[in-house]
């Protein structure tokens, strides 16, 4: 599979919060992510391990109780089931890796 940039095809998935899947195989899901600052998102858990990358803002995860300020260029693996949530400092870009491939995220 390739993907060639757009600027469409993002769905909300809460105020302030907008995604849009990059690609896709049989194992693992790329996604792109655009965070509105002063948004929260709450602490929930997934089957799917999460790998995340910070591209440009600001963001506060809290993994299993730590808390983590992170900045550009840092990144996080979230194991499978594990609590999480993220409060955006500033307007944020994210790049996240999921597996197994989230299902609900996939293209219509």
Same mark, same amino acid.
């Given at each position: 599979? %390739?993907?060639?940039?757009?600027?469409?095809?993002?769905?909300?998935?809460?105020?302030?919060?907008?995604?849009?899947?990059?690609? %896709?195989?049989?194992?693992?899901?790329?996604?792109?992510?655009?965070?509105?600052?002063?948004?929260?998102?709450?602490?929930?858990?997934?089957?799917?391990?999460?790998?995340?990358?910070?591209?440009?803002?600001?963001?506060?995860?809290?993994?299993?109780?730590?808390?983590?300020?992170?900045?550009?260029?840092?990144?996080?693996?979230?194991?499978?089931?594990?609590?999480?949530?993220?409060?955006?400092?500033?307007?944020?870009?994210?790049?996240?890796? %999921?597996?197994?491939?989230?299902?609900?995220?996939?293209?219509?």
């Amino acid at each position: 599979m %390739f993907y060639k940039k757009t600027s469409t095809g993002y769905k909300e998935m809460l105020p302030g919060i907008k995604m849009k899947t990059l690609a %896709f195989g049989t194992k693992t899901l790329l996604s792109e992510f655009k965070l509105n600052m002063g948004t929260v998102i709450p602490e929930h858990h997934h089957v799917h391990e999460q790998t995340g990358y910070l591209v440009s803002g600001a963001i506060r995860l809290t993994i299993n109780d730590e808390t983590f300020d992170v900045v550009p260029g840092d990144s996080w693996c979230i194991e499978s089931n594990i609590p999480h949530s993220v409060q955006v400092i500033e307007d944020s870009l994210i790049i996240e890796v %999921f597996s197994p491939v989230r299902k609900e995220y996939l293209p219509h």
